[in-house]
């Protein structure tokens, strides 16, 4: 079950997952203010990226999840979209979001009791539609875990 809270997602304790691109930018959006708040986030999202050569390898992390704590805070940076927009296209990736999720539910139970929370993850600028990645979380990620969607 995915319980709905207004507010802002960056003031969540526990695991806060939201979506990136494999171009190393962090402009608008969530990771934007994530980024904002906790630059350590983007300063190693951003090595991630250079670590596997760049924006022209993206398809060698694409579906992949690198975590970064930040006190009792963890973020997972979910690589959901190779490139990014504010165009109405659809950047993100179903599948890579299966990939991510996936990811999340091996690793979230070394977090004990830690709440898994998230934005409308991909929908936005990324052109996912939200009942199709709710199924994704839903079916990846046990009700074992508290799971919140954090809305403005």
């Not at 003031?11 to 962090?26: D, E």
């Not at 986030?41 to 991630?48: G, H, L, N, S």
């Not at 993100?92 to 898994?116: G, L, N, T």
């Not at 998230?118 to 990846?140: A, K, S, T």
Request: glycine letters at 10%.
């Amino acid at each position: 079950m995915i319980t709905t809270i207004k507010g802002d997602l960056v003031t969540a304790k526990g695991i806060i997952l939201h979506g990136v691109n494999c171009q190393g930018v962090m402009g608008s959006g969530v990771a934007k203010a994530i980024r904002d708040k906790w630059p350590q986030v983007y300063k190693e999202y951003a090595d991630v990226v250079r670590e596997y050569g760049g924006p022209s390898y993206a398809n060698e992390y694409l579906g992949e999840v690198h975590w970064v704590e930040i006190g009792d805070v963890w973020v997972a940076n979910c690589f959901t979209q190779e490139f990014y927009g504010k165009d109405g296209h659809r950047y993100a990736s179903y599948d890579a979001m299966d990939r991510c999720m996936e990811e999340v539910a091996r690793v979230a139970p070394q977090f004990p009791h830690a709440p898994i929370n998230f934005p409308l993850i991909g929908c936005h600028l990324g052109g996912l539609q939200w009942p199709i990645v709710r199924e994704i979380i839903e079916f990846r990620i046990p009700d074992t875990f508290t799971k919140n969607l954090w809305v403005l």
